[in-house]
């Protein structure tokens, strides 16, 4: 899993996607593109977009839930804790 997880927060654009969802969660994909087109100058087209979510998604940073026809994705951030808590010892334990 940590692979994926490095794989997926490699790329800027993911990391400005994880960065848009993190200002706001719960975003559409047209929401998403109109984020990044505005506030990145991104010329990403919807297809590029959605291939980036379902990287991310396969990394478990980012799930999706649908409401209605509506499908929104939330930032998922437990896959970073994990690698954090895999480095990141408690000084009490080193010594």
Avoid: N, Y
């Avoid at 896959?79 to 000084?91: I, T």
């Amino acid at each position: 899993m940590s692979d994926e997880v490095f794989r997926a927060i490699g790329d800027p654009t993911r990391r400005t996607i994880l960065d848009e969802l993190a200002r706001r969660d719960g975003m559409t994909l047209f929401e998403l593109c109109t984020r990044l087109l505005t506030e990145h100058g991104s010329t990403l087209t919807r297809q590029a977009v959605s291939q980036h979510l379902a990287v991310l998604e396969a990394a478990g940073l980012v799930r999706t839930e649908r409401a209605g026809r509506t499908k929104l994705h939330h930032l998922d951030t437990s896959p970073l804790r994990s690698l954090l808590d895999r480095w990141l010892v408690p000084e009490q334990e080193t010594l």
